[in-house]
């Protein structure tokens, strides 16, 4: 019955605040980085791959 009215428990990566918030924050830390000139750590690279800009 809750699912009914509150929808699943799970949103794709693509509906989600909390993780289109780790990506803006991936592709400004990115771009800090090519700024630099240096090269950024895999979990940011992995994480400003994820999602597509809007």
Same mark, same amino acid.
């Given at each position: +019955?809750?699912? +009914?009215?509150?929808? $699943?428990? =799970?949103?794709?990566?693509?509906?989600? $605040?909390? =993780?289109?918030?780790?990506? =803006?924050?991936a592709m400004r830390v990115l771009r800090a980085h090519q700024a630099a000139g240096t090269e950024p750590d895999e979990q940011t690279v992995q994480t400003a791959a994820r999602m597509e800009p809007r």
């Open positions: +019955m809750a699912l +009914m009215i509150f929808g $699943p428990a =799970e949103r794709s990566i693509h509906s989600s $605040p909390r =993780e289109r918030h780790k990506w =803006e924050r």
